[in-house]
């Protein structure tokens, strides 16, 4: 810690956990912050703390495999014992090419063990990300799931890997480290490999733990510097207003590589030592059966999960009496839907979190017993952290009124991996600059209106448009394109592209197929428009998506 500037102050209220003592302190030279005065020191300590206390508790469950605390911190140390002979050391980055299953916590805690960051990497990336990721990361080993070997960037396009490691889905975790501690997986070989659990590196909390990309707005991705300070702060964030304990047992269904896998839930759950149940792929009825199955406590899901949940006529039936905490982010939850879980599960505590990479998950989160009152709302800002509402010139607007959300805490990022420019376009003085439009009223909770850049949240997914943008104008047959949000009543949103082309030859399907191609499935666009004129543009040349919005919005509507 660095300089803390006073004596502790008294302890919050108003969440469902006891709110530990915060303080004043100075981290990243300039920021001066509320953190929690006790805190584990690194991401390792979460995992040390959690074997320590719970040793015999149930850490992780995945289809058949089921790992004690005790069990699962040797597998940890297994893997990082075979990293550190591969020459993994701190600061060296791991990529982790992984779909959800027991492999990924525990390579993700054996590479912070080493003092290396983990870098995750969604398993839908295609190989133009992944060749980007890597390279620009300067990772030295990537550990993938081998299905997904065909999608690899070649060698030539990730000069700097020194290791491709192949897992194969089906296995176990500790088949896995087994494997590769023989020399069985990637047909790696080094001779005299120990099992011995190499000492925990040493480290500082400001240090870098993860890295996540985030999907930029020129088309490449930024690469979010998560700190193990802010790992452990938002963990405790959770633990605190959610009131998670050792009992608590969560499904995983959101992918464990995206921010709220690794730190709402992993994370999250190691700090409390309680139980982690993986799901594969989310689908809905399996969800329900494994919720009912598990007794699950505790998930975190977006708003289109839960939709698709009660779309399942299992739903009725499921007996999900120990579902006590729903936590849900990335989209507005709607009316009807919070009207029909409050029917079916009246014991269910629906919790608002809004938060972004950039922020190590939560900067706010919904108070318990508040969601049906203030749907309009995504809580108060989270014990350490601040929200500021700013105008255009950097000046703060009086409460109720709408501007940019400005936010700060020991969670927020350092800055993005090597990448200065945007790093000082986005931080000022600690806080990050959200792009999002909002507001806080009276009581503190705060409102978020829209999105400054043309992001759309496809159940919980975001786009940047003008990355999907970019790639339809590499076909020969467009001119011009805009891709804009339609809405969908499951998902929330849904890409829709826009298209002024050539001849009126490029096709639908041609130009999915295109996308397909490129990027994320995701990412690429339902539906589209053709146009046989150009997009309609503002006196500064600006595309006019406003108008392009309305006018699909008329063609949806149909004629009054």
Same mark, same amino acid.
């Given at each position: 810690m660095k300089g803390a500037t006073g004596p502790s102050l008294q302890p919050l209220s108003g969440w469902l956990g006891v709110v530990p003592a915060v303080r004043t302190e100075r981290h990243f030279d300039d920021r001066v912050v509320r953190c929690f005065a006790v805190r584990p020191t690194s991401t390792h300590a979460l995992l040390a703390e959690a074997v320590a206390t719970n040793p015999d508790g149930e850490a992780v469950v995945c289809g058949e495999e089921r790992l004690s605390y005790r069990s699962f911190d040797e597998i940890v140390n297994g893997w990082a014992a075979a990293l550190a002979e591969l020459g993994v050391a701190c600061g060296d980055r791991v990529a982790l090419l992984l779909g959800n299953g027991s492999a990924f916590p525990a390579l993700l805690f054996a590479v912070l063990r080493l003092g290396a960051i983990a870098v995750p990497i969604s398993i839908r990336e295609q190989a133009a990300g992944l060749a980007y990721m890597l390279d620009h990361c300067g990772a030295k080993v990537l550990i993938h799931d081998v299905d997904l070997s065909e999608r690899l960037p070649a060698p030539s396009a990730t000069a700097r890997l020194q290791h491709r490691i192949a897992l194969a889905r089906d296995t176990l975790a500790r088949d896995m480290m087994s494997g590769m501690m023989t020399g069985m997986c990637g047909g790696l070989h080094r001779p005299g490999l120990s099992t011995a659990a190499p000492t925990a590196a040493?480290?500082?909390?400001?240090?870098?733990?993860?890295?996540?990309?985030?999907?930029?707005?020129?088309?490449?991705?930024?690469?979010? +510097?998560?700190?193990?300070?802010?790992?452990?702060?938002?963990?405790?964030?959770?633990?605190?207003?959610?009131?998670?304990?050792?009992?608590?047992?969560?499904?995983? !269904?959101?992918?464990?590589?995206?921010?709220?896998?690794?730190?709402?839930l992993i994370a999250a759950i190691v700090r409390v030592a309680g139980t982690l149940i993986i799901m594969r792929e989310f689908k809905a009825a399996k969800f329900l059966e494994l919720a009912e199955r598990e007794r699950m406590?505790?998930?975190?899901?977006?708003?289109? +999960?839960?939709?698709?949940?009660?779309?399942? @006529?299992?739903?009725?039936?499921?007996?999900?009496? !120990?579902?006590?905490?729903?936590?849900?982010?990335?989209?507005?939850?709607?009316?009807?839907?919070?009207?029909?879980? !409050?029917?079916?599960?009246?014991?269910?505590?629906? +919790?608002?979190?809004?938060? !972004?990479?950039?922020?190590?998950?939560?900067?706010?989160?919904?108070?318990?017993?508040?969601?049906?009152?203030?749907?309009?709302?995504?809580?108060?800002? *989270?014990?350490?952290?601040?929200?500021?509402? +700013?105008?255009?010139?950097?000046?703060?607007? @009086?409460?109720?009124?709408?501007?940019?959300?400005?936010?700060?805490?020991?969670? *927020? *990022?350092?800055?993005?991996?090597?990448?200065?420019?945007?790093?000082?376009?986005?931080?000022?003085?600690?806080?990050?600059?959200?792009?999002?439009?909002?507001?806080?009223?009276?009581?503190?909770?705060? $409102?978020?209106?829209? $999105?400054?850049?043309?992001?759309?949240?496809?159940?919980?997914?975001?786009?940047?448009?003008?990355?999907?943008?970019?790639?339809?104008?590499?076909?020969?047959?467009?001119?011009?394109?805009a891709v804009i949000a339609?809405?969908?009543?499951?998902?929330?949103?849904? @890409?829709?592209?826009?298209i002024y082309r050539k001849h009126d030859r490029a096709t639908s399907e041609e130009l999915a197929r295109h996308c397909a191609g490129l990027l994320a499935d995701y990412k690429v666009p339902d539906t589209f428009s053709f146009r046989s004129d150009p997009l309609p543009r503002n006196a500064n040349g600006k595309i006019m998506k406003r108008a392009l919005k309305d006018a699909l919005s008329s063609a949806i509507d149909g004629p009054s």
């Open positions: 040493k480290i500082d909390e400001e240090d870098t733990a993860i890295i996540l990309y985030t999907s930029g707005t020129t088309g490449r991705p930024k690469g979010a +510097m998560l700190t193990h300070l802010g790992i452990c702060h938002s963990a405790m964030h959770y633990q605190c207003c959610m009131g998670l304990t050792a009992r608590d047992r969560s499904v995983v !269904a959101v992918p464990m590589s995206h921010v709220t896998g690794v730190v709402a406590t505790h998930a975190l899901l977006v708003p289109a +999960m839960y939709n698709l949940c009660l779309l399942e @006529p299992r739903f009725e039936r499921a007996d999900l009496s !120990a579902w006590r905490i729903g936590g849900f982010g990335g989209a507005p939850m709607a009316t009807a839907t919070i009207e029909r879980l !409050a029917e079916k599960l009246p014991h269910l505590q629906l +919790m608002n979190a809004y938060g !972004a990479t950039e922020t190590t998950s939560p900067a706010t989160l919904m108070p318990t017993g508040e969601t049906a009152r203030r749907l309009d709302s995504v809580g108060l800002a *989270v014990p350490c952290g601040e929200v500021l509402v +700013m105008d255009d010139d950097g000046r703060e607007v @009086p409460s109720g009124m709408e501007g940019e959300l400005w936010l700060r805490g020991p969670m *927020v *990022v350092r800055g993005y991996w090597d990448d200065p420019a945007a790093t000082a376009e986005s931080f000022v003085a600690g806080f990050w600059r959200s792009g999002d439009v909002g507001s806080i009223d009276r009581e503190g909770f705060v $409102r978020v209106f829209d $999105r400054k850049k043309d992001m759309i949240n496809r159940g919980g997914y975001k786009i940047y448009s003008i990355e999907v943008e970019n790639t339809l104008m590499a076909h020969p047959d467009v001119i011009e394109a339609r809405p969908c009543p499951v998902l929330g949103e849904r @890409p829709h592209a826009v």
